[in-house]
């Protein structure tokens, strides 16, 4: 039996949320899993359809990170555990080590929650509580090389899996025709609208890119923050018809538009600690064929193969951003880069993915 404690768990969206999701029902190829995660009041439905064992822990936060604990040593006490999952040095923090020394015992890290200076209270409790774990899995080279910066040490890199490709409903393909309409190029980004992800530079590009592409239709989708700001620019811009943003979407929705799309856009920046640890979104768009546009100052480059399957450039110069677009436009290039992203997003299928973590235990 596996056990899974996560802090970020589904249905709530986001990126490890979908990590967590995948790692836990690819484990149930090799064995039962448990999972002890975070109540939500969406969660009822998702728990009664899913094949995972889930133990939901509600209270008021400060409590809660206790009484998970307390739930996750019991189980390891009582169960034969093959091995535990930790989503988050938070979620091991409180775990006992003497119920951990039973199994074999991992613990994800992700840039944005492991970037704090060295030497600081917060780098210092980040040390101890990975210090518990036999291992201590990164998202990319590059979030490896952070963690070893600031004094973390025996990294593994294990890059997420992709679920994607999912079939795409005949609902859905006609969603994204209606979105498209007989445009071309194409371009999409699926994110959070944070200042992380870049998207009034790319909004900036496409105005500067309409004069050679003037059926350029651009789709964001997605919500966050910076929501206000882009609608007011896309106005400013005059952008109404070549820029769709839509702030919510099923995920049937989400994959016709991947897969009508020719290109994904994402050129990530820094923004304060934030820093794209690896952008599994750019595997989900490869797996449906698309060449990526991604940044050059996190983990893309495990995800993107620059001049191979896309392009990194610098997200916070138009002119980068504008240069790599063209290339990937002029004569269609995004097509060979598309068919060489496909093959490379085999790489990332779960049941690949997995068997890295079963080898280690």
Known sequence: ??????????????????????????????????????????????????????????????????????????????????????????????????????????????????????????????????SKADFVIANSRFTKELAMSLGVKDVTVINPGCSYPIDVSDSAKEFAKKIYGNSSPKMITVSRLDGRKSHQNILMTVKNLLPKF????????????????????????????????????????????????????????????????????????????KASIGGIYGGEGDAIKSGKTGYLCNGNDLNAIYENLLKILTNEKYKELGSNALEFSKDFRWEKIIKKYINLI
């Open 214 to 289: 003037p059926n350029l239709k651009y789709v964001s989708l997605g919500d966050g923050d910076e929501r206000k700001n882009l609608e007011k620019l896309r106005k400013e811009l005059d952008l109404e018809k070549n820029v769709e943003l839509i702030f919510k979407s099923s995920e049937q929705e989400k994959v016709g538009l991947l897969e009508q799309s020719d290109i994904f856009v994402m050129p990530s920046v820094v923004y304060k600690k934030s820093v794209e640890g690896f952008g599994i979104s750019y595997i989900e768009a490869a797996s449906y064929g």
């Open 1 to 130: 039996m596996f056990l899974v404690s996560t802090r970020n768990f589904p249905p709530e969206l986001g990126g490890i949320q979908n990590l967590i999701e995948g790692l836990s029902i690819s484990l149930l190829n090799h064995g039962p899993v448990k999972v002890f995660a975070e109540a939500d009041d969406h969660a009822k439905n998702y728990d009664q359809n899913s094949k995972l064992n889930i133990e939901r822990v509600s209270g008021f936060k400060i409590f809660r990170k206790y009484r998970k604990a307390n739930l996750v040593k019991e189980f390891l006490n009582q169960n034969q555990i093959r091995a535990c999952f930790f989503d988050h040095w938070k979620s091991i923090e409180n775990i006992d080590l003497s119920s951990l020394r039973k199994t074999k015992s991992f613990c994800l890290i992700h840039s944005k929650e492991i970037n704090h200076p060295l030497g600081s209270s917060l780098n210092n409790r980040v040390l101890k509580a990975l």
